[in-house]
């Protein structure tokens, strides 16, 4: 009798566990296809299979591809930096393969891309889990401050055109009615129901590792390393180089069609900004936030909503493919390089 009991509890366990898997893959699936639908509900797929194959000047398309390989590069010789302290060096090599495969990871599931990460280094090079996991948290809050500083900036200096297009457009702030009888006001609404439930996650998850002392101290090793690092100006610097890297990665696609060429440097970083703060939201790759970010921003430079869609649609898709074959790359690396050892 308590062995079936166990074994019923087992098997309830474990399909729970399946449920909590397939959620994860599931509801951010959903919601992005439920973001993009709204967003491109009304679009011309055959003009963007033209322009895609005639209307892109790939030059600088190409120019774009390749800081969005080097702002990895960048992250993989900064995380170096944070494992440095904690008497691990892994090679250089699997640093970058780790990193290009944590973004891939990421398509399938939000944000498993920074666990997995960790999990290619404890597996290639011998690297605590525990520790290496403390690093990226360390890592991350870096990022969060220079996200937060680079907004800062773009505000400065975008303010007063902010102004002036409500000014002498007449824009006004919509009544309720109107705000809850729009489809943005849902798609919204979505973006901060999908954050909350990544900070629930998180935070769940943070609860299961105060359930083992050794996992907490280790990862607290990891995210104080910050403070033993070799070279803090070395550290700054890909971390000022990583960010560059981002911003032309976007910033040069603006150049690859006409109707977005003479949006200048300040657009570019307002849609920047708004795209990196899209990305927050729990879907793959930012699928559908990213493109109502994006197109709402350049809309309020004077780009049509059917080229906004169009520059959105075209620049994920293909930054998106970028980060599979980066993925596959890495994958295949790892493998041949973990054969020959």
């Given at each position: 009798?308590k062995?079936e009991e166990?074994?019923g509890?087992?098997?309830k366990?474990?399909?729970?566990?399946?449920y909590?898997?397939l959620?994860?893959v599931?509801?951010?699936?959903?919601?992005?296809a439920?973001?993009?639908?709204?967003?491109?509900?009304?679009?011309d797929?055959?003009?963007?299979?033209?322009?895609?194959?005639?209307?892109?000047?790939?030059e600088?398309m190409?120019l774009s591809?390749?800081?969005?390989?080097?702002?990895?590069?960048?992250?993989?010789?900064?995380?170096?930096?944070?494992?440095?302290?904690?008497g691990?060096?892994?090679r250089?090599?699997?640093?970058?393969?780790?990193?290009?495969?944590?973004?891939?990871t990421?398509?399938?599931?939000?944000?498993?891309?920074?666990?997995?990460?960790?999990?290619v280094?404890?597996r290639?090079d011998?690297?605590?889990?525990?520790?290496?996991?403390?690093?990226?948290?360390?890592?991350?809050?870096?990022d969060?401050?220079c996200?937060?500083?680079?907004?800062?900036?773009?505000?400065?200096?975008?303010?007063p055109v902010?102004?002036?297009?409500f000014?002498?457009?007449?824009?006004?702030?919509?009544?309720?009615v109107h705000l809850?009888g729009?489809?943005?006001?849902y798609?919204?609404?979505?973006?901060?129901?999908g954050?909350?439930?990544?900070?629930v996650?998180?935070?769940?998850?943070?609860?299961?590792?105060?359930?083992v002392?050794?996992?907490v101290?280790?990862?607290w090793?990891?995210?104080?390393?910050?403070?033993?690092?070799?070279?803090?100006?070395?550290?700054?610097?890909?971390?000022?180089?990583?960010?560059?890297?981002?911003?032309?990665?976007?910033?040069?696609?603006?150049?690859?069609?006409?109707?977005?060429?003479?949006?200048?440097?300040?657009?570019?970083?307002?849609m920047?900004?708004?795209g990196?703060?899209?990305?927050?939201?729990?879907?793959p790759?930012?699928?559908g936030?990213?493109?109502?970010?994006?197109?709402?921003?350049?809309?309020?430079?004077?780009?049509?909503?059917?080229?906004?869609?169009?520059f959105?649609?075209?620049?994920?898709?293909?930054?998106t493919?970028?980060?599979?074959?980066?993925?596959?790359?890495?994958?295949l690396?790892?493998?041949?390089?973990g054969r020959?050892?």
């Amino acid at each position: 009798m308590k062995n079936e009991e166990f074994n019923g509890g087992r098997t309830k366990r474990a399909h729970e566990g399946l449920y909590r898997n397939l959620a994860k893959v599931v509801l951010p699936l959903l919601l992005s296809a439920f973001i993009l639908y709204w967003v491109y509900r009304d679009f011309d797929f055959a003009q963007a299979a033209l322009v895609l194959r005639h209307g892109i000047r790939w030059e600088w398309m190409c120019l774009s591809l390749f800081f969005g390989v080097w702002s990895h590069v960048e992250r993989a010789l900064r995380w170096r930096q944070t494992l440095e302290p904690l008497g691990c060096r892994p090679r250089s090599s699997h640093l970058v393969d780790a990193v290009y495969l944590s973004y891939a990871t990421s398509l399938v599931i939000p944000r498993v891309g920074e666990v997995s990460r960790c999990g290619v280094l404890s597996r290639c090079d011998g690297v605590p889990f525990s520790k290496s996991l403390g690093t990226v948290v360390t890592e991350r809050l870096v990022d969060i401050l220079c996200l937060l500083l680079i907004t800062g900036a773009t505000l400065l200096l975008e303010l007063p055109v902010f102004l002036t297009f409500f000014r002498q457009t007449g824009t006004k702030i919509p009544s309720l009615v109107h705000l809850f009888g729009s489809p943005w006001f849902y798609v919204a609404l979505f973006c901060v129901a999908g954050v909350v439930v990544l900070l629930v996650w998180l935070a769940r998850m943070l609860v299961v590792f105060e359930r083992v002392r050794g996992v907490v101290l280790d990862v607290w090793q990891g995210v104080m390393s910050l403070r033993r690092v070799r070279s803090v100006p070395l550290f700054l610097l890909h971390t000022v180089l990583m960010w560059l890297c981002y911003f032309l990665h976007f910033y040069l696609t603006l150049y690859c069609f006409p109707f977005t060429s003479g949006l200048g440097l300040q657009a570019g970083l307002v849609m920047f900004v708004a795209g990196a703060f899209a990305v927050i939201v729990p879907t793959p790759n930012g699928a559908g936030p990213w493109h109502f970010a994006v197109i709402t921003m350049m809309m309020l430079y004077g780009v049509s909503s059917a080229d906004a869609a169009l520059f959105a649609l075209l620049v994920h898709g293909i930054q998106t493919l970028l980060v599979i074959v980066l993925g596959l790359w890495g994958w295949l690396h790892l493998a041949w390089s973990g054969r020959r050892k």
